[in-house]
């Protein structure tokens, strides 16, 4: 059967569009998603993200070598699973500074301004501690407080204090400045993903079909407008309407370009057929690299001993019984935003404390158990690019970052990173600190740090910026998120951002959703 919209893409967006789009019963919907549905339990326990970057529900890609980082590959966990990042991420909730958005609408990008997009995040929200005038309640979208701090939580917001940086109530709110307890993407102690916030209410629904396991292997276009997608198997699909193509930063220009949509002399050299050359899909490519402090705990400070199966097991039942201890953590529920650069517009730099080691893939575990301060600069100013492997187009893409190609990255990444060992080494945090482990007193120089992080550096999994849109002639969209030269496709995710937001990307990325809803059913009278 034909479809009015086909959402290829069934993540943190593609779940909001499917729902919202849907509820006008004259819309018929299809929803597609490469990966499986959402049903190990490992999804839906708080505490189960400690097993997503090591590969539960990814994709399994990897950097190209970084030039900057010693020709390193890092690991690059994108999700394949119904909800996408939100079903694999550390859920915390938080929305990048009122002048990012700020920025976007100087770019060009009219109705993206703070006060444009304040309205989407509060329709999303159902916050159990705020509310007006800068949050929802009654949203689709579970944003609860932490359910399981430790005392060591508390010691850091004095270490911060002992630093001149405040504690903030609220680092969801318009001056996220501080440190404070993340707001969390949970429902009574259970995660609350795109998947469950607003797909599962909406699947009853007759006018809506969710297809899982399905890759699409190129949308349809003829005579200048997108008419369906053609599956891995040779399968069909017709859209009356719109194609939107919501597959995050990495998977939207890719399926763009195996589409003909991208640079022409690139996908010439792929042996993909130009449909639109297009130059800027997969590039712009942003994303925050994090550098981490881990230090060894003097005693069970943290939540490492529950690695161990007896203690797993009496973690498991204390949250059968009581929705509370190390299961009801997300364990990076605790950080803030401070300052690397002197006269910053806004914080840029962003801090997670992890309540373990070794908590996600390739960072050390302490033996004796530990405790981990990430640090990430939050506006890098290099940009990389997302492009097909010419040898096989329909193998993984290159991933490039391209991090630290600007030096100005590489400073201030170094001052955030001294910065959070400067916060676990003030007196508050001694009683629970046997010594830092990492990066060690070893690392001294500038360029001790450079080749620590070219060992150890990761990604904060914030990619973003591939298909954005803007007025100008090299933008991949107009402000309606409409691709430019094409019609009736769109593009609805992390791809759009023109410049990356303050912070963790799954909250935008479901305003974006949420916005884009709301202008293609204005348009179509829906």
Known sequence: MGYDFIIVGGGSAGCVLAARLSENPAARVLLLEAGGRDRHPFYHLPAGFAKMTKGIGSWGWHTVPQRHLGGRVLKFTQARVIGGGSTINAQIYTRGHPLDYEEWRQKGCEGWGWDDVLPFFKRAEDNDTWGEPLHGKGGPLGVSRPRAPLPICKAYFEAAAALGIPRNPDLASDRPDGVGFYQLTQRDARRSSAARAYLGPAEGRPNLAVRTGVQVRRLVVERGRACGVELAGGERIEAGTEVIVSAGAIGSPWLLMLSGIGPADHLHEAGIEPVLDAPEVGANLQDHLDLFVICEVTGPHTYDRYA???????????????????????????????????????????????????????????????????SAYLRPRSRGTVRLDPADPWRAPLIDPNYWAEGHDRTMAIRGLKLAQEIMRQPPLRPFILAERLPGPDVRTDEDYAAYAARHAKTDHHPAGTCRMGVDAGAVLDPRLRLRGVDGLRVADASVMPTLVSSNTNAPTIMIAEKAAAMIRAEQGL
């Open 308 to 374: 161990k199966p007896h203690w797993s097991v009496l973690a498991g039942l204390r949250y059968l019984l009581t929705r509370s201890g190390p299961v009801a953590s997300s364990l990076f529920e605790t950080g803030g935003f401070w300052y690397a650069e002197e006269g910053a517009r806004s914080p840029d730099i962003q801090l997670h404390l992890g309540l373990g080691s070794g908590i996600e893939a390739g960072v050390a575990a302490m033996p004796n158990g530990g405790v981990t301060l990430n």
